[in-house]
């Protein structure tokens, strides 16, 4: 079956870095967009950035454009945020997302604080 998993959320201090991985499983990762989606307590989920299956199309949220960014590896079957620059609002768990199966990962969290 379709499978998602997250990873590389962690703490960081605000201006700094990190980068999250979702490994996919049970579908040709390659035919497919992916996107990640983030929620933060009390909000709803937000979509953060998506790209299209062979890479070459990106979209982002306002509040990340310039300092996030989003590719993917076919060959590996992974999808990846690299998150720069980040801020206390970024706090928040992201979640991996298969659109074309309506299928979520368990999430990963990421906390932005001095």
């Known amino acids: 079956q379709v499978q998602l998993v997250e990873s590389g959320g962690g703490l960081v201090q605000p201006g700094g870095s990190l980068r999250l991985s979702c490994a996919a499983s049970?579908?040709?990762?390659?035919?497919?967009?992916m996107n990640w989606y983030r929620q933060a307590p009390g909000k709803e989920r937000e979509l953060v950035a998506g790209?299209?299956?062979?890479?070459?199309?990106?979209n982002y949220a306002d509040s990340v454009k310039g300092r996030f960014t989003i590719f993917r590896d076919n060959r590996k079957n992974t999808v990846l945020l690299q998150m720069n620059s980040l801020k206390p609002e970024d706090t928040a768990v992201y979640f991996c997302?298969?659109?074309?199966?309506?299928?979520w990962g368990q999430g990963t969290q990421v906390t932005v604080s001095s």
């Open positions: 997302y298969a659109a074309a199966f309506n299928v």
């Open positions: 049970g579908f040709t990762f390659r035919n497919y967009a």
């Open positions: 790209v299209s299956p062979t890479g070459s199309s990106t």
